[in-house]
């Protein structure tokens, strides 16, 4: 490592030094799926966040063309979004950007474009961008993927929204959050950012001392959940994930990591169990968001 390197790493250390013992300035959001099962409109859920006392929402694409397909508007929603004192922090959404086949991967920036429509609308600045459509393929060199996602981050530039790749630990494409950092170093792009999550972290098999080695501003949003480790990585699945605190997930260890890298985004609340679908949705959203702080508080102390 050179002088400028050595100089740079040393910074970085002391930064991450400095911030050890503050509390952590995070922004609490609600994915919708967390309350998917409840089958609810998306104006409710809206209205379920605000109540809760979250500052954020995370909604999915689907949802919002389910919106626009009831008959309503992207102006009302937009309105109802603000006026209820939340903003946008991401959205969830899965065009096909990384794939082989020259033709879907059009269709799939026509329908990244068409989705960072939709977020900037609603007054939002990020979008998911997982490797959908490529989970099975293993063998996409890292810098292939990073020459695509360098063209969805152009796309992003243009429309105004940042297209967060997404670590997907049950894919074998961007399946650890090294891989995904690997291609974000080599997009060399300004809007490049990391989507992560503690328990894609545990399904892929990434250490969470990884993200000691990033920039907190490199990770906008982080997906908050909990896991049991009785099930093994090889066959938990996304309704295994359990509310912050819950599980044997360490999340002090990730919590205080994304501290001491200077982390000051979004942990966002994404679940998909089942027995929670079964609760009412108001009372999940609230339980979900005090387990958050909770969490928070514990790994500040």
Known sequence: MGTAGVLAASAAAQGAKEREGRALRVRFCLNTATIRGQKLPLMKEVEIAAKAGYSGIEPWIGEIDAHVAAGGTLRELAAAIKDAGLVVESAIGFPEWVVDEDGRREKGLEEARRAMDLVAQ??????????????????????????????????????GVTPMLEVWGFSRCVRRLGEAAHVVLETDHPRAAILADVYHLYKGGSPVSGLRL???????????????????????????????????????????????????????????????????????????????????????G
Request: charge should be negative; hydrophobic fraction near 40%; glycine fraction near 10%.
């Open 122 to 159: 609603l007054g939002g600045t990020r979008l998911a961008a997982p490797p959908a459509g490529a989970t099975d393929r293993g063998d996409i060199h890292p810098l292939t993927i990073a020459e695509r996602y360098r063209a969805l981050c152009a796309l992003g530039q243009e429309m």
């Open 214 to 300: 990033l920039q907190g501003a490199l990770l906008p949003v982080f997906h908050m959940n909990d896991y049991p480790t009785r099930l093994p990585p090889e066959t938990i699945g996304d309704g295994d994930r359990v509310f912050p605190g819950d599980g044997n997930a360490p999340l002090s260890r990730i919590l205080s990591d994304l501290n001491a890298i200077g982390f000051e985004g979004a942990l966002s609340l994404e679940l998909f169990n089942r027995d929670y679908y079964q609760r009412d949705a108001l009372e999940v959203a609230r339980t979900g968001l005090e387990k958050m702080k909770q969490a928070v508080a514990a790994a500040a």
